[in-house]
């Protein structure tokens, strides 16, 4: 299956190219939105995190039983969706010390440019999240996650539990599994290689740095 980095990427640049169609102001999307997309593409595999700790516990010993199930259904993005709609209009802002200040200046929505008279009495409260936006953003990274996974390995059940029907593409399935997954790093260390090559020829780079 497609490692880590490449649905950390494929989430993230994808989100990027979709704020450009919907923001024709030529506006970037906030950092830590494109940061949370990017994540949002890892969260369905947190069923592994679920199996070690059950492991852990004795219940389970076969990865399969929870792996693909759940997090891996389409109602799973769908139901992070319809949570994202109803919490639309809840914010809440971050307070932090001035030490902090520039690091969560890259991964926060700034809600005031101006420098906060607070910042230096050593608590700022400059930032504010839209939960119901990070929601959203991240059932986006989760259906990417999904459908990354149906295109380059295996196959999906998109309506689990309810439904046990399998989709999937089957491109890699000449492919014995030993290799399959050498193939899955392989692309894994090329994406991160060529995405860190645009980053310094574009210059973007500095906005991680």
Same mark, same amino acid.
């Given at each position: 299956?497609?490692?880590?980095?490449?649905?950390?990427?494929?989430?993230?640049?994808?989100?990027?190219?979709?704020?450009?169609?919907?923001?024709?102001?030529?506006?970037?999307?906030?950092?830590?939105? #494109?940061?949370? +997309?990017?994540?949002?593409?890892?969260?369905?595999? *947190? @069923?592994?995190? $679920?199996?070690?700790?059950?492991?852990? !516990?004795?219940?389970?010993?076969?990865?399969?039983?929870?792996?693909?199930?759940?997090?891996?259904?389409?109602?799973?993005?769908?139901?992070?969706?319809?949570?994202?709609?109803?919490?639309?209009?809840?914010?809440?802002?971050?307070?932090?010390?001035?030490?902090?200040?520039?690091?969560?200046?890259?991964?926060?929505?700034?809600?005031?440019?101006?420098?906060?008279?607070?910042?230096?009495?050593?608590?700022?409260?400059?930032?504010?999240?839209?939960?119901?936006?990070?929601? #959203?953003?991240? +059932?986006?990274?989760?259906?990417?996650?999904?459908? *990354? @996974?149906?295109? $380059?390995?295996?196959?999906?059940?998109? !309506?689990?539990?309810?439904?046990?029907?399998?989709?999937?593409?089957?491109?890699?399935?000449?492919?014995?599994?030993?290799?399959?997954?050498?193939?899955?790093?392989?692309?894994?260390?090329?994406?991160?290689?060529?995405?860190?090559?645009?980053?310094?020829?574009?210059?973007?780079?500095?906005?991680?740095?």
């Amino acid at each position: 299956m497609p490692q880590a980095i490449t649905h950390f990427i494929f989430s993230l640049v994808l989100f990027t190219i979709v704020w450009s169609f919907t923001h024709r102001n030529g506006k970037r999307p906030p950092l830590f939105y #494109a940061l949370i +997309a990017g994540l949002g593409g890892l969260v369905p595999d *947190l @069923d592994y995190a $679920l199996f070690w700790f059950m492991y852990s !516990l004795k219940y389970l010993s076969d990865v399969d039983i929870v792996h693909r199930t759940f997090t891996h259904s389409l109602l799973f993005p769908l139901a992070l969706s319809l949570i994202a709609f109803a919490l639309m209009r809840v914010r809440f802002k971050i307070k932090h010390y001035k030490k902090l200040f520039e690091f969560l200046e890259f991964f926060s929505q700034r809600t005031n440019k101006t420098t906060n008279p607070n910042l230096k009495k050593g608590v700022c409260s400059l930032y504010q999240i839209n939960v119901g936006a990070v929601l #959203a953003i991240v +059932a986006f990274g989760s259906l990417t996650h999904i459908v *990354l @996974d149906a295109v $380059l390995s295996g196959y999906i059940r998109p !309506l689990y539990p309810f439904f046990s029907i399998e989709v999937g593409t089957g491109l890699l399935d000449g492919i014995k599994p030993d290799l399959r997954q050498q193939l899955m790093a392989t692309l894994d260390g090329l994406i991160f290689v060529f995405w860190i090559i645009y980053l310094a020829l574009t210059k973007r780079i500095q906005r991680l740095i």
